[in-house]
């Protein structure tokens, strides 16, 4: 079975510029989390969505916002960006509306100059 | 609020060594307690699980008891090695949010 994907792996973007990120979960996985893993602040949860529905949320302004298609993959969108925003996007799959297991893909670096 | 604790790291062992690495958590109710391993280049993988109280997570030879009266999931690893050079992430499953302790980075040199 295939693992979690996510594109691109490695970005580099301009500050004020948006960006996208896209997140194929595992064949039957309905569950999709991101997060945010940065040197300073660690892996911060950014949100989770299930059925297409966002069913929670972190501590993030509004600048970023995501969605989920009926096929289960994910996009995370960062509009404004600012150098703070530089950091590895991690997105995890599982089963259930955050299952005891999720699996994680490798990621999105992302670099904001 | 939920937090998770870990022992500041990096951490350098030699082969073969006894590994432990603490972690302790805040959290209302009862959490469900993870070890996360996170390998150069990589996204994180689960390691091992332990959902009440009491209930020792295991695998690959990594071990951790959930122990409710000190708040506490250790992990714990009899002889490592150097494939097992990765950063280990504990956390907490409570209100449908998972919440990350902030790694431990473990090199085992020969």
């Known amino acids: 079975k295939a693992g979690v994907t996510q594109t691109p792996r490695y970005l580099i973007k301009t500050r004020g510029q948006q960006v996208t990120l896209s997140c194929s979960p595992i064949s039957g996985h309905r569950s999709v989390s991101w997060y945010q893993q940065t040197p300073g602040q660690g892996l911060q949860f950014l949100f989770e969505?299930?059925?297409?529905?966002?069913?929670n949320k972190g501590n993030f302004p509004g600048r970023f916002s995501g969605r989920q298609f009926s096929n289960s993959r994910s996009e995370m969108n960062v509009s404004t960006l600012e150098l703070g925003d530089s950091a590895l996007y991690l997105c995890?799959?599982?089963?259930?509306?955050?299952?005891?297991?999720?699996?994680f893909g490798p990621g999105t670096r992302l670099t904001v100059t | 609020g939920n937090s998770v604790t870990q022992m500041e790291g990096p951490v350098t062992l030699s082969e073969e060594a006894f590994l432990t690495i603490n972690c302790t958590y805040t959290a209302t109710g009862y959490p469900s307690l993870f070890w996360y391993v996170q390998y150069p280049g990589e996204g994180l993988q689960l390691l091992l699980k332990?959902?009440?109280?009491?209930d020792k997570g295991s695998n690959k030879g990594f071990e951790a008891t959930y122990r409710k009266e000190t708040t506490s999931f250790h992990l714990e690893k009899g002889s490592v090695q150097v494939s097992d050079s990765a950063v280990y992430f504990c956390a907490l499953r409570s209100n449908d949010k998972v919440i990350f302790g902030p790694g431990t980075s473990l090199s085992v040199i020969p």
């Open positions: 332990a959902t009440k109280a009491d």
């Open positions: 969505y299930f059925s297409e529905t966002q069913r």
């Open positions: 995890a799959s599982s089963l259930r509306q955050i299952s005891y297991e999720q699996y």
